[in-house]
């Protein structure tokens, strides 16, 4: 009997009209036991089944090593955007179509973002703590209309967080490296990285990670931040470098810091103990209505290649 495997942490298979239809079909359906992002090592062990032809995936890294000791796998289908995760070139040549799902995360990322932006500046977070432990004490915070927020990397997800911040009446300016002047719109787009970094109040990181912006965000970058700005990551571990990052806000350089993403998840460092910064555990797709269509649409992506393989009608 083939094989799919569903890596994501979580997955509806039973709402998912798609999944039903191949599991009519004969195909079996292997859920990740863990509930969580999977190591190197246990995706290499999941995959070790020869009847696995084809998986919808989440965040774990598919390596080189993975992917060529996955001998029966056919075609990975990525849930959500990046591809950061698979190494592309060693799935094109073992003939391993990678699909993914652009659309769908990009509303409920965007609206994560501004959330944090919001609270960051309002201090909501800080107050709600504080609150708790039995302390009355409003916090002054800032105003998003008196912000200059930059995006850096002005994609799919940057740009729709750049058109609900318009709403809010906050000054937005764009650095991004595959400038498409057809997308920047009212919205100030700054050809040098120094002076975009100068400029902001704000700097949300939309951007892919890769090797070559392993660390993007780094000691460097944050030292020429200006003093009281904040950090927003709601794009990928990697970009940010979490130790400067932490010097930062310990010495008072910025004001706050919030990130859905980081170098290791689940994460268990020392920002964790800082009030001034909010921590989110990868959850940017995480709306009902947004993970839905991602599902739906990265089940479709693997049924239409197993279909172009001829292991599925």
Same mark, same amino acid.
């Given at each position: 009997?083939?094989? !799919?495997?569903?890596?994501?942490?979580?997955?509806?298979?039973?709402?998912?009209?798609?999944?039903?239809?191949?599991?009519?079909?004969?195909?079996?359906?292997?859920?990740?036991?863990?509930?969580?992002?999977?190591?190197?090592?246990?995706?290499?062990?999941? !995959?070790?089944?020869?009847?696995?032809?084809?998986?919808?995936?989440?965040?774990?890294?598919?390596?080189?090593?993975?992917?060529?000791?996955?001998?029966?796998?056919?075609? #990975?289908?990525?849930?959500?955007?990046?591809?950061?995760?698979?190494?592309?070139?060693?799935?094109?040549?073992?003939?391993?179509?990678?699909?993914?799902?652009?659309?769908?995360?990009?509303?409920?990322?965007?609206? !994560?973002?501004?959330?944090?932006?919001?609270?960051?500046?309002?201090?909501?977070?800080?107050?709600?703590?504080?609150?708790?432990?039995?302390?009355?004490?409003?916090?002054?915070?800032?105003?998003?209309?008196?912000?200059?927020?930059?995006?850096?990397?002005?994609?799919? #997800?940057?740009?729709?967080?750049?058109?609900?911040?318009?709403?809010?009446?906050?000054?937005?300016?764009?650095?991004?490296?595959?400038?498409?002047?057809?997308?920047?719109?009212?919205?100030?787009?700054?050809?040098?990285?120094?002076?975009?970094?100068?400029?902001?109040?704000?700097?949300?990181?939309?951007?892919?990670?890769?090797?070559?912006?392993?660390?993007?965000?780094?000691?460097?970058?944050?030292?020429?931040?200006?003093?009281?700005?904040?950090?927003?990551?709601?794009?990928?571990?990697?970009?940010?470098?979490?130790?400067?990052?932490?010097?930062? !806000? #310990?010495?008072?350089?910025?004001?706050?810091?919030?990130?859905?993403?980081?170098?290791?998840?689940?994460?268990?460092?020392?920002?964790?103990?800082?009030?001034?910064?909010?921590?989110?555990?990868?959850?940017?797709?995480?709306?009902?209505?947004?993970?839905?269509?991602?599902?739906?649409?990265?089940?479709?992506?693997?049924?239409?290649?197993?279909?172009?393989?001829?292991?599925?009608?």
């Amino acid at each position: 009997m083939p094989k !799919l495997l569903i890596s994501t942490s979580s997955f509806d298979v039973k709402s998912n009209q798609v999944l039903q239809s191949l599991q009519d079909q004969g195909f079996e359906i292997v859920l990740n036991p863990y509930g969580r992002k999977l190591k190197e090592t246990e995706i290499l062990e999941l !995959l070790s089944d020869d009847a696995i032809v084809g998986m919808i995936a989440g965040v774990e890294p598919l390596t080189r090593n993975v992917l060529n000791s996955a001998k029966s796998l056919k075609v #990975v289908s990525r849930c959500g955007i990046g591809t950061d995760s698979v190494d592309l070139v060693a799935a094109q040549e073992l003939g391993i179509p990678v699909h993914i799902t652009p659309t769908a995360p990009v509303i409920a990322v965007a609206e !994560l973002t501004v959330s944090l932006i919001l609270s960051l500046l309002r201090r909501t977070s800080e107050a709600d703590r504080i609150l708790r432990e039995g302390t009355w004490k409003p916090l002054m915070g800032k105003l998003l209309a008196s912000q200059v927020v930059g995006l850096l990397g002005y994609g799919r #997800v940057g740009n729709r967080v750049g058109q609900l911040l318009k709403t809010f009446g906050a000054k937005r300016i764009a650095y991004d490296i595959f400038r498409d002047d057809s997308l920047f719109a009212d919205t100030v787009c700054i050809s040098s990285l120094d002076e975009f970094i100068a400029r902001s109040t704000v700097i949300t990181i939309h951007v892919p990670y890769n090797q070559d912006n392993h660390h993007l965000v780094d000691r460097n970058f944050i030292n020429k931040m200006q003093a009281g700005s904040i950090l927003i990551n709601t794009s990928r571990g990697g970009l940010v470098d979490e130790e400067a990052l932490y010097d930062a !806000l #310990v010495s008072g350089h910025l004001a706050g810091a919030a990130l859905d993403v980081f170098e290791e998840e689940p994460y268990s460092g020392k920002l964790r103990a800082l009030p001034q910064v909010i921590l989110t555990p990868h959850m940017g797709s995480y709306a009902k209505e947004a993970r839905t269509q991602m599902e739906q649409e990265a089940s479709q992506n693997l049924f239409d290649s197993l279909v172009n393989l001829g292991l599925a009608k």
